[in-house]
Every structure is written in structure tokens, then in C-alpha cells.
């Protein structure tokens, strides 16, 4: 148990590191798909309607990504919790977490 909780902490973490390359190729996936959307419900390019269409569309997947960091936040902060049950209460368990950008970083002393 403490392994497997050890190994998705892990894997959060590393997942934030990427490449300036690999972040701008999907940065460019991210706008094409926003654009396809917003043209799917009819907006044009240019205009005021599709200008808010692609706010609106940013504006949700920040909503979704705030609501997901904040999930593995909890996560990660229970897996402290688990790992200060597994070692007893005379053993202080501490888990901090930080936002750097999309990515969460938590550290368990």
C-alpha cells in the first residue's frame, strides 16, 4: 500500500516536467482543438461570438484543471495521513503541497 502511494506521488510530480518543446506542441494541440470546437457551434473566426466561445472554453478547462489539482492535492495529503497511520502516532507525518503552474509538487516528511 505505502509503495503504490509512494509510486502516484511520484508520478504527479514528474508529470509537471516537460520540455519547452513538448509544452509548446500542446499549447499548439490545445488552440487547435479550442478552435474546432468553438467552429463546431457555428462561430467564425473574427468574431464577438467566437472571441467568447474561446474564453468560455478556457475559462472551463482552468475550472477543471484547478478542481483536479485540488483532488490530487486531497489525494496526496490522505496518502501522507496513511503513511503517519502505518508508522504510528509517535511519528510526525507532513505533507506539503505547492502549485507550480498545471503541475502540483507535495512533499511527505
Same mark, same amino acid.
Request: with cysteine; aromatic share 4%; charged share 25%.
Given at each position: +500500500?505505502?509503495?503504490?502511494? +509512494?509510486?502516484? @506521488? #511520484?508520478?504527479?510530480? *514528474?508529470?509537471? %516536467?516537460?520540455?519547452?518543446?513538448? !509544452?509548446?506542441? #500542446?499549447?499548439? /494541440? &490545445?488552440?487547435?482543438?479550442?478552435?474546432?470546437? %468553438?467552429?463546431?457551434? $457555428?462561430?467564425?473566426?473574427?468574431?464577438?461570438?467566437? =472571441?467568447?466561445?474561446? +474564453?468560455? =472554453? =478556457? /475559462?472551463? !478547462? &482552468?475550472? /477543471?484543471?484547478?478542481?483536479?489539482?485540488?483532488?490530487?492535492?486531497?489525494? *496526496?495529503?490522505?496518502?501522507?495521513? @496513511?503513511?503517519?497511520? =502505518?508508522? $504510528?502516532?509517535?511519528?510526525?507525518? !507532513?505533507?506539503? %503541497?505547492? !502549485?507550480? $503552474?498545471?503541475?502540483?509538487?507535495?512533499?511527505?516528511?
Amino acid at each position: +500500500m505505502i509503495r503504490a502511494l +509512494m509510486l502516484i @506521488a #511520484m508520478a504527479l510530480t *514528474l508529470s509537471g %516536467c516537460l520540455t519547452a518543446e513538448e !509544452r509548446a506542441r #500542446m499549447a499548439a /494541440e &490545445q488552440n487547435a482543438a479550442d478552435d474546432a470546437k %468553438c467552429q463546431s457551434y $457555428g462561430a467564425k473566426p473574427g468574431t464577438d461570438i467566437y =472571441v467568447t466561445c474561446r +474564453m468560455r =472554453v =478556457v /475559462e472551463q !478547462r &482552468q475550472e /477543471e484543471e484547478r478542481a483536479a489539482g485540488q483532488r490530487a492535492e486531497q489525494g *496526496l495529503r490522505n496518502a501522507g495521513a @496513511a503513511l503517519q497511520s =502505518v508508522y $504510528g502516532s509517535s511519528t510526525t507525518v !507532513r505533507t506539503d %503541497c505547492e !502549485r507550480f $503552474g498545471s503541475s502540483i509538487s507535495c512533499t511527505s516528511r
